[in-house]
């Protein structure tokens, strides 16, 4: 599905060459999803260095707007470790190989998985991480950030009768955990280590492991209850 394709580029860390094809991206957005436009707009309207720092301000900084998909279900449990095998291991069926530059959990590489498979399987895919879509929508809206829109799009596409709004509640009481305090208390805690312990892990898991511990963690999701929080 080439929205979700789309959705996927726009989450990514941005590259300087879509703004080369901004326009075909306006005109298959505006084709699929209209409502999108405005986002599209924005997102093109700041140059690219600006969107760059913008986008590591809101995915980089702190967990709760994680774009790993798993860190809002397992966190750093062992259940998360066979949550990433069995994720590699559909996307192996599926023919798609991976390299150590990102984790299987990755949103825009999930995405990107979901845009190659029929119709019926992205939409249920969708919906299996619909909870945690609608969980970032609802924390980049209260933020500021116009970037929710994508997570509503998803969610539209999934069929899904989740949206952003649906935890704005749940997550106006939360402690946010990218100020600047919050993240000073992550970095006085953390623990040297001198031997990495997987040498294919890439940077941004590094980073992951080391900034992310338990004082600043936000709610987590307990999909197995079916709920959103």
């Given at each position: 599905?080439?929205?979700?394709?789309?959705?996927?580029?726009?989450?990514?860390?941005p590259?300087?060459?879509?703004?080369?094809?901004?326009?075909?991206?306006?005109?298959?957005?505006?084709?699929?999803?209209?409502?999108l436009?405005?986002?599209?707009?924005?997102?093109?309207?700041m140059?690219?260095?600006?969107?760059?720092?913008?986008?590591?301000?809101?995915?980089?900084?702190?967990?709760?707007?994680?774009?790993?998909?798993?860190?809002?279900?397992?966190?750093?449990?062992?259940?998360?470790?066979?949550?990433?095998?069995?994720?590699?291991?559909?996307?192996?069926?599926a023919?798609?190989?991976?390299?150590?530059?990102?984790?299987?959990?990755?949103?825009?590489?999930?995405?990107?998985?979901?845009?190659?498979?029929?119709e019926?399987?992205?939409?249920?895919?969708?919906?299996?991480?619909?909870?945690?879509?609608?969980?970032?929508?609802?924390?980049?809206?209260?933020?500021?950030?116009?970037?929710?829109?994508?997570?509503?799009?998803?969610?539209?596409?999934?069929?899904?009768?989740?949206r952003?709004?649906?935890?704005?509640?749940?997550?106006?009481?939360?402690?946010?955990?990218?100020?600047?305090?919050?993240?000073?208390?992550?970095?006085?805690?953390?623990?040297?280590?001198?031997?990495?312990?997987n040498?294919?892990?890439s940077?941004?898991?590094?980073?992951?492991?080391?900034?992310?511990?338990?004082?600043?963690?936000?709610?987590?999701?307990?999909?197995?209850?079916?709920?959103?929080?």
């Amino acid at each position: 599905m080439a929205l979700i394709k789309i959705i996927g580029l726009l989450l990514e860390y941005p590259d300087e060459s879509l703004w080369q094809h901004q326009q075909e991206l306006r005109d298959l957005v505006s084709a699929q999803d209209p409502a999108l436009l405005p986002f599209v707009d924005s997102y093109f309207a700041m140059p690219p260095l600006d969107r760059q720092a913008d986008w590591c301000a809101l995915f980089e900084r702190g967990r709760a707007t994680s774009l790993l998909l798993f860190e809002h279900v397992h966190a750093e449990s062992r259940d998360r470790g066979q949550a990433m095998v069995d994720l590699m291991a559909q996307y192996a069926r599926a023919g798609l190989e991976l390299n150590c530059r990102e984790l299987p959990d990755y949103l825009p590489l999930y995405l990107e998985y979901l845009s190659m498979q029929p119709e019926a399987e992205a939409q249920q895919g969708l919906l299996d991480v619909a909870p945690i879509l609608a969980l970032l929508g609802a924390r980049l809206n209260e933020r500021g950030s116009d970037f929710g829109a994508l997570f509503d799009a998803l969610l539209r596409v999934a069929n899904s009768p989740l949206r952003s709004a649906s935890v704005a509640a749940q997550v106006a009481s939360e402690t946010r955990d990218d100020t600047p305090a919050a993240m000073d208390a992550v970095w006085e805690e953390e623990q040297v280590k001198f031997i990495d312990s997987n040498a294919c892990d890439s940077s941004a898991q590094r980073q992951h492991q080391r900034r992310f511990r338990d004082d600043t963690a936000p709610q987590y999701l307990d999909l197995s209850a079916g709920g959103t929080a």
